[in-house]
């Protein structure tokens, strides 16, 4: 094995590739070449370092450096001061953990510094397309661990655990395995729900793109704890660079013998199939799931039964996010009594979060539960762009709860968020500032829905069209009073009476706006005045107010 | 495993036509190998976004327009891309090189306003990068 | 040993047995919760969000129709949430529909709106949305999507129970499709024109074409000789449009009204019913003397037809090559009855009455006709003439009976049955078993073939001659039945093949509604007449006699196979997507 003195890691993940981090990659491994150093100098893809959102990223270890944004001609200077002459050229980096070197602003430092990276704990670490490398980072120990004490403790350490559900209902995981382990047929499945659609969340990605080993790894101890010999994961179909670093890691973890006929002499055996999406939020739903890998319109089914008794082709399914398999592992290895560590009771361990909107650091983070919103808002996101005021926050997706300032030093955990009536959710945290409009936000959430109903039940299909034409209305500056109304019982019909959770979590936000910020909306039909200056009024008398 | 399901074929069968779309006498010979209806077979590839029953062009542009990129300014990409290709959402370039077509989310939402091209993300977008980025899959550079 | 479960409804304390759904508990105890979109084996797939209660401990509210009772239940039927919610969802339903009942065909027997009545609906407060979709008036079946409430019943019937496949949901969210896929008609689909799926939609978003003012025209027209024929079926079900009750048996009324209507001649197709089998009966002793091809497969039911074409053309050689009694009647009308009366074929108006949307379909096909012009020049449904008879003040239960016109108006037992599952069977046998015996049959009564259920099989005894014989209603049944024949699990000799559920007297023409309990008292009407009749065998008919003597000749001759037979064509069912697209 070759010894390299040092690493240069370059994030490629898809929105990196998207700002050309293959072109800086390549770019890097000619300077090496040309200054001699490629033999010494070891430069590898990686997953998101989380400093996408401002450009392409690079890590040089050991020295525990990111240099961000690197653009083309950033390069050869990097190369030649640092890694021929070892003097870290300040100006463009991000340091981690060394104290000694000043930077103007240590962002990463603070980044990284408030997060547990557990879940992230490779991301950005390793190359994603190496299952050496994952193993080299404890990969598999968990299911040689597994093997070695039986499925029984598994499905127990993973109770004891407490592991919810982290795609947003937040069941307990190791009760949801519990039915399936119980239930008897000659069939098991375990599906991996990586439909990731929910607007604001991309949290999944980070893992598939980044550390997909990871998720493989969940999904065989899911199987093993509860009987199944067979997984699918179902991925949306627009996340390619997802399906094709998925795709290499189950060929490898086959060649390896992590997957297949008895596993490392085990005799369990299980195997792993990608089923693509294709463009359908409510295939997130886990029984229109179901019925998509069927091949099938992804329209939901009823419940009971419920699929850990009853689910794919009629048979025991367990249905596990991304996120809450990506648990799994480090459950097994460290313990429960380790995972209890971390969060607050009714809430353990850690969350993905995406953070976006009018933050200044906008990226995937990992936090421990219990944490106040507005800490993170302002020590992980950098509080708000421009010194803006707070108007909002929209947590847990567009399916989620609308937060108001008041409530903003929430901590963010399942109890603590049902006090106010709110979840976690998805984990998706939109931070709105004052310059924006509450009912043009409601429209694009109305026409969200509108787009994604699948049509089977009449007051979803209905009432979704309806919801958006009420709003559009209203942001046009035809609306009246009595729209509220309308909005209001449509909303509470649509909550009690839609066949599936996409009907009965639609109308939240809006409904709940319709309460928290009634003076906007009144202002909007009163007065025909948009104070963000967002909506456009047709029929307008004045000149004055246009945007 | 069960093999391949009716999903499954249907983006082989897309992926492979070079112009993006589900042929009706190919749905009616997938509708015999899966031992069901022409008719169900439509059912499932309507119902999808990704799949389309019409010939598109080349190159699939999917433009995000959920509340992320919405917050961005996304509406301005929407009406840039509108103008540089001059089709509306659902139609095809004359060159038939570009089909344009909304998205819900497309999972980036941190470098809002984005878009897809085929498999290419893009992210951060401004409205001068639009005729680029254009210009440049025209020319298969990307 | 079913397990009982406890459950509070409104309070009050229940048990039932463990897997009944709310709304069937309900119903056992009076409660009669309301639904639009469910109907028991065909819809149950809690679409409409009408049918829902209560229950403790839920934070939605769930459809009784789906949701079977456990142990410890508690429900409440009649809150103001439940009631407003029930209502919200007709208002929903009403703001996605095009609101036109006094003109509309299903004014006063739709669901929806029977339903708006009941629930209290004053207004729809939510803003009107009109339909995406055009209407699908190419055929005998035709679509008004304005009018859908997509509660898939139609889907359901065509794949579930007909297993045509012609229809389809597609699309998704408010622009949801339902009809024929890739933006074809009816007519270029599948579809066998059934019309099983008009019977089960609950508002008029499918229905039939209305020839009714070819009708009035054609009466009014002082150069045409305007006649009418009614189908078995008729005489049991027509009286249900005008109040009386299932299985009344209204021949008479039925004569008369169509007198005052001014047709000149009232004939009766139970006639040519009696003709078809003495052509038929001697078809099926020819093959089974002669080594043909068996089984063979009746051939009085279009939709069986056109299915038989499209899904198993390789049966078309046992079809048997007669016409149906609808098609026989118009040959019969413009040749021998236009002769013997002197007036030119060409002047002569023949409608037909049936209970059958594909007779529509039937009359047009252009292989059919033998005169030389057009033997049926329209198909009038169970549901149109009612519409004419009410149009022209004519106060149908009050009338006094009227009779048929001869020679084309008198009938055997053996005719009046052809409008249920097994009639033609039935009646078929009465003169094969007297046609290759030599004697007179006795128990002309085989109840075997009787009955609603999807195939029956009856061995029949036939002078030592151990004859066997199925029955099927519903193509669903059908094609079953043929896939046995296939894999040579059945070895039959005959085929009576129905495509409605229960025969004619469920077909896509007759009254809605129509279920089970009703198809059993219009079936009981037709076989209590038939019991009455004092010729109860076809050959027997002295006017079938008569026109043999007169006309045709021999049985199965010449004359009679060019009047009387037909051929088939196979045909594709998707032809329309077989062709390659070129520049689409």
Redesign the interface.
């Known amino acids: 094995m070759k010894m390299y003195r040092s690493h240069i890691l370059v994030a490629e993940d898809s929105k990196s590739l998207s700002k050309g981090a293959k072109e800086i990659e390549e770019l890097i491994s000619k300077e090496l070449r040309a200054l001699g150093l490629d033999e010494e100098v070891l430069v590898a893809p990686t997953g998101s370092l989380g400093f996408e959102d401002i450009g392409v990223a690079i890590a040089v270890y050991p020295d525990g450096v990111i240099y961000a944004p690197v653009t083309q001609n950033d390069v050869p200077r990097i190369i030649k001061e640092h890694l021929l002459k070892g003097r870290i050229v300040k100006e463009l980096a991000h340091e981690i953990g060394k104290k000694d070197v000043t930077v103007t602003e240590s962002r990463a430092e603070r980044v990284l510094s408030i997060q547990e990276r557990v879940l992230l704990k490779r991301v950005g670490v390793i190359n994603p397309e190496s299952i050496e490398e994952y193993i080299a980072e404890d990969g598999y120990l968990a299911l040689e661990k597994a093997i070695e004490k039986g499925p029984q403790w598994v499905l127990e350490e993973v109770k004891a655990s407490e592991l919810r559900g982290r795609g947003g209902a937040g069941f307990p995981t190791g009760k949801k395995w519990e039915f399936t382990a119980k239930a008897k047929s000659d069939v098991k499945y375990v599906i991996c729900n990586a439909d990731e659609g929910e607007p604001g969340t991309f949290k999944d990605r980070v893992i598939m793109e980044g550390d997909p080993h990871l998720l493989i790894e969940g999904m065989i101890l899911a199987g093993f704890a509860t009987g199944a010999n067979y997984g699918y994961i179902y991925i949306r179909g627009e996340y390619d660079l997802s399906i094709r670093r998925l795709q290499k890691a189950i060929d490898q973890a086959r060649s390896y013998g992590f997957l297949g006929e008895n596993i490392l002499g085990s005799g369990f055996s299980f195997d792993i199939e990608i089923k693509k999406g294709a463009g359908?939020y409510i295939c997130g739903e886990e029984t229109a799931l179901i019925e998509s890998i069927e091949g099938k319109?992804g329209e939901p089914r009823?419940k009971?039964p419920y699929p850990p008794t009853c689910g794919l082709w009629g048979k025991p399914t367990v249905i596990n996010n991304v996120e809450t398999l990506a648990n799994v592992p480090p459950i097994v290895v460290n313990g429960a009594e380790w995972f209890k560590k971390f969060g607050v009771p009714g809430s353990y361990g850690t969350k993905l979060f995406s953070l976006m909107g009018d933050v200044n650091y906008k990226g995937v983070i990992e936090i421990p539960f219990g944490v106040k919103l507005s800490s993170i808002i302002n020590d992980v996101g950098f509080g708000i762009k421009g010194g803006k005021k707070l108007k909002g926050v929209i947590l847990g997706g567009v399916s989620g709860s609308l937060i108001t300032p008041n409530e903003i030093d929430t901590p963010v955990d399942f109890n603590s968020l049902a006090l106010i009536e709110a979840g976690p959710g998805s984990g998706s945290i939109v931070v709105l500032s004052e310059d924006r409009c509450i009912v043009d936000i409601a429209k694009n959430i109305a026409y969200f829905f509108?787009?994604?109903?699948?049509?089977?039940?009449?007051?979803c299909?209905?009432?979704?069209?309806?919801m958006y034409?009420?709003i559009d209305s209203i942001s046009k500056g035809f609306g009246e009073v009595k729209d509220l109304e309308?909005l209001d019982?449509?909303s509470t019909?649509m909550?009690?009476?839609?066949?599936c959770g996409l009907g009965?979590t639609a109308p939240n936000i809006i409904q709940q706006s319709l309460r928290k910020f009634r003076e906007e909306w009144l202002e909007h039909i009163n007065e025909r005045k948009c104070s963000a200056n967002v909506c456009e009024f047709e029929e307008i008398m004045e000149e004055v107010t246009n945007e | 495993m069960k093999g391949k399901s009716l999903i499954d074929v249907l983006h082989e069968i897309q992926e492979s036509n070079p112009e993006n779309y589900v042929?009706?006498?190919l749905?009616?010979k997938v509708a015999d190998t899966f031992k069901t209806?022409?008719?169900?077979?439509?059912?499932v590839v309507?119902?999808y976004t990704m799949f389309s029953?019409?010939?598109r062009g080349k190159h699939i542009i999917r433009v995000c327009r959920s509340l992320s990129c919405h917050l961005a300014d996304g509406e301005k990409i929407v009406k840039k891309l509108k103008e540089e290709l001059g089709v509306d959402f659902g139609e095809t370039t004359e060159d038939k090189e570009f089909t344009l077509e909304e998205s819900s989310c497309l999972g980036m939402c941190s470098i809002a306003p984005s878009m897809m091209i085929d498999d290419v993300p893009f992210g951060n977008l401004k409205e001068e990068d639009i005729p680029v980025i254009l210009k440049k899959v025209r020319e298969g550079v990307l | 040993m079913s397990d009982l479960v406890n459950v509070k409804i409104d309070g009050r304390p229940y048990q039932f047995e463990k897997g009944t759904t709310i709304l069937k508990a309900c119903k056992s105890i009076g409660i009669e919760i309301p639904t639009l979109c469910y109907l028991e084996g065909i819809a149950e797939?809690?679409?409409?969000?009408v049918c829902?209660v209560e229950v403790k401990g839920s934070r939605?509210?769930q459809?009784s129709c789906?949701?079977?009772v456990t142990e410890g239940m508690e429900i409440i039927t009649n809150s103001p949430?439940v009631r407003?919610?029930r209502k919200?969802?007709i208002e929903?339903?009403l703001?996605?529909h095009d609101i036109t009942c006094p003109t509309c065909v299903r004014d006063d027997n739709c669901e929806l709106q029977t339903l708006a009545r009941r629930l209290g609906v004053k207004e729809v407060?939510?803003?009107k949305?009109g339909s995406f979709y055009e209407k699908d008036l190419g055929g005998p079946v035709i679509r008004d999507p304005s009018k859908c409430?997509?509660c898939r019943r139609c889907v359901s019937v065509c794949?579930n129970i007909q297993n045509v496949?012609?229809?389809?949901?597609?699309?998704?969210?408010?622009?949801?499709?339902i009809g024929?896929?890739?933006d074809l008609r009816l007519v270029d689909?599948p579809c066998v024109n059934c019309g099983q799926c008009i019977m089960n939609c609950p508002t008029g978003a499918l229905s039939e074409r209305d020839d009714t003012d070819k009708v009035w025209e054609a009466l009014s027209d002082t150069e045409k000789y305007v006649v009418v024929s009614t189908a078995p079926a008729i005489r049991a079900s027509l009286g249900e449009l005008f109040g009386l009750p299932a299985g009344t048996f209204v021949r008479g009324k039925v004569a008369r009204a169509l007198r005052l209507l001014g047709f000149k001649k009232i004939f009766d197709t139970n006639f040519t019913a009696d003709l078809t089998i003495v052509e038929e009966a001697h078809e099926l002793i020819e093959r089974v003397k002669n080594n043909g091809v068996l089984p063979m497969t009746t051939s009085c039911c279009p939709g069986w037809i056109k299915y038989l074409e499209e899904y198993y053309p390789e049966f078309i050689p046992n079809v048997s090559s007669c016409k149906s009694p609808q098609q026989m009647m118009g040959a019969i009308v413009k040749t021998y009855f236009a002769e013997k009366m002197g007036i030119p074929k060409e002047k002569i108006f023949h409608v037909s009455i049936m209970p059958c949307t594909a007779k529509k379909y039937e009359a047009d096909r252009p292989e059919i006709d033998a005169s030389g012009v057009k033997d049926v020049d329209a198909v009038l449904t169970t549901r149109e003439i009612a519409r004419m008879i009410k149009e022209a003040g004519i106060d149908f239960v009050n009338l006094d009976d009227s009779d048929y016109d001869l020679p084309l108006g008198e009938y055997s037992g053996a005719a009046t049955i052809f409008g249920a599952t097994g009639g033609v069977m039935e009646a078929a046998l009465r003169t094969a078993y007297e046609m290759l015996t030599g004697e007179t049959l006795e128990a002309v009564d085989f109840v075997e073939v009787r009955g609603l259920e999807g195939i029956k099989v009856s061995d029949v005894n036939i002078d030592g001659v151990n004859i066997r014989v199925a029955v099927a209603n519903s193509l669903g049944s059908a094609s079953k039945l043929l896939e046995k024949v296939k894999a040579h699990e059945e070895n039959v000799h005959f085929i009576e093949v129905m495509a409605c559920p229960g025969g004619c007297i469920g077909g896509g023409g007759q009254p809605i509604p129509t279920n089970d309990e009703i198809r059993l008292k219009r079936i009981q009407a037709l076989y209590k007449d038939d019991s009455e009749r004092k010729i109860r065998k076809s050959h027997e008919n002295p006017y079938i006699k008569q026109l043999y003597e007169e006309y045709l000749g021999e049985v199965g001759g010449p004359k009679a196979h060019h009047l009387l037979h037909t051929h088939y064509t196979p045909r594709s069912p998707?032809e329309a997507?077989?062709?390659?697209?070129l520049n689409?």
């Open positions: 359908a319109r009823k009971p509108r787009h994604e109903s699948c049509g089977k039940c009449t007051p299909r209905v009432g979704t069209e309806e034409k009420i309308r019982k449509l019909s909550k009690l009476t839609s066949f009965q | 042929p009706e006498n749905a009616k209806s022409p008719a169900k077979v439509y059912g309507t119902f029953i019409k010939p | 797939e809690g679409s409409c969000g829902v939605t509210l459809r789906i949701t079977e949430v407003e919610a919200t969802n929903l339903a703001a996605h407060p939510f803003d949305i409430v997509y794949e496949n012609a229809l389809t949901v597609a699309k998704r969210g408010i622009k949801t499709y024929a896929p890739f689909s998707w997507l077989e062709k390659v697209s689409k």
